[in-house]
């Protein structure tokens, strides 16, 4: 499968899928994006200390953070970050999966979920570096796909 196609099937999926799959689904997807792991290789010099608190209380809490306190969290992280313009690819991950998942809380926007989806999918990219003529070449990209159709089709 190409990645195009990839990605035509996880909107088609998306749109078809109920309320309540579609929640689970996001909240499944920015759990596993906003996952400690991702800040391995980040420096303490990236953030300032307020940053990095509200992206642990973000982190941390995103199944049960309200989205006026999340963007309360993502706006200290946005004034907090001191890398000029190389900011680690795990903070990257996930500021942006706590973003969809504030807009989604906030609009329930589909869109949005599309957009972890595809973050997830880029995440599980980087592992692996995938094909893009043949994306499900590799079992983790298969997994991560079969995780994302399990859930929306439950």
């Known amino acids: 499968m190409e990645y195009r196609e990839l990605e035509a099937d996880i909107l088609q ?9 579609v929640r689970v689904f996001g909240e499944e997807t920015v ?7 991702l800040l391995q290789h980040a420096a303490e010099d990236e953030l300032t ?3 990095w608190a509200a992206l642990t209380t973000a982190r941390e ?3 049960t953070i309200s989205a006026a306190e999340l963007s309360g969290q993502l706006a200290t992280i946005d004034d907090g970050i001191l890398a000029d313009g190389d900011l680690d690819g795990g ?8 973003a ?16 972890l989806a595809i973050r997830s999918i880029e995440d599980v990219d ?5 094909d893009l003529h043949d994306f499900l070449a ?3 990209m298969v997994a991560e796909y079969e995780r994302i159709r399990r859930l929306l089709t439950a």
């Open 13 to 21: 999926l998306i749109i078809g899928a109920s309320e309540h799959s």
């Open 61 to 63: 809490n995103v199944l």
């Open 49 to 51: 200390q307020d940053a």
């Open 91 to 98: 903070i990257l991950t996930i500021v942006n999966a706590l």
């Open 100 to 115: 969809h998942w504030k807009d989604y809380l906030e609009e329930r926007r589909r869109g949005e979920l599309y957009e």
């Open 126 to 130: 980087h592992e692996v570096s995938a």
């Open 31 to 37: 759990t596993r994006l906003v996952r400690p792991e």
């Open 138 to 140: 590799t079992p983790q």
